[in-house]
């Protein structure tokens, strides 16, 4: 499987600021994607990256709070923007070959907000 | 969208015994049934995984059971050991999105 690095690992940010987190594979992948898992919860998909175009939102999610980008097939970033302290939560990025389910997760980021 | 239970939220054993984990779901369309392991401070870990046309799975201590026909699959630890404790998710789907349920808390006591 591939190797998933993010970067930061984690961070304590006062509200209203913004973070951006970034993820690098190993290798080149077709799908990648951000989840967010609040304290002690499941995983929730955010949206996923496109290489070349927009990401695809899931209903409760919009660009405008959690813009993304994918330059490439190794490299995707999410910014959290405009943060409160209901953002604070782990933040995760996974990956999947083209035509194949099994997804791969970073090791998240964990985000404070104070 | 898929509709994912997953029984029980937490499960305590003693190390040796089996620990099994229920996932239901609710679309029919759903063919891929994996489970991950996360632990204390970690990304989810992708431990087995069934795909519809196979009723079951096994890989050493662990094992994934279908039923199609019921919308459920389980997930089997024999043998438990302290470092299994730790947080099981099922995710199923028919598409390349995962549907988590809300996670299984394992506790191996030795």
């Known amino acids: 499987s591939a190797v998933i690095s993010q970067k930061p690992s984690r961070d304590i940010c006062q509200r209203g600021t913004s973070l951006t987190i970034q993820c690098q594979v190993d290798?080149?992948?077709?799908?990648m994607f951000w989840y967010r898992q609040q304290p002690g919860q499941s995983l929730t998909l955010i949206a996923t990256?496109?290489?070349?175009?927009?990401?695809?939102?899931e209903s409760g999610f919009v660009i405008d709070k959690f813009p993304i980008s994918r330059p490439n097939l190794t490299f995707s970033t999410l910014t959290v923007s405009n943060m409160s302290p209901e953002d604070s939560s782990i933040y995760l990025c996974?990956?999947?070959?083209?035509?194949?389910?099994?997804?791969?997760f970073g090791p998240g980021t964990r985000l404070t907000v104070l | 969208g898929e509709n994912v239970e997953q029984h029980p939220s937490t499960l305590s054993v003693q190390e040796g015994d089996s620990a099994v984990i229920k996932c239901t779901y609710s679309?029919?369309?759903?063919?891929?049934f994996p489970w991950y392991k996360q632990e204390l401070g970690k990304g989810p870990q992708l431990i087995i995984d069934i795909r519809s046309n196979v009723g079951e799975k096994k890989d050493q201590r662990i094992a994934v059971t279908l039923n199609k026909t019921a919308k459920h699959f389980s997930l089997h630890i024999t043998e438990t050991q302290p470092e299994d404790s730790a947080v099981y998710f099922c995710a199923p789907t028919g598409y390349s999105t995962l549907t988590f349920g809300k996670g299984t808390m394992l506790l191996v006591s030795p």
């Open positions: 996974s990956v999947a070959a083209s035509g194949n389910n099994e997804q791969f």
């Open positions: 679309d029919s369309a759903s063919n891929y």
């Open positions: 990256a496109n290489q070349g175009s927009e990401a695809t939102y």
């Open positions: 290798s080149q992948v077709t799908m």
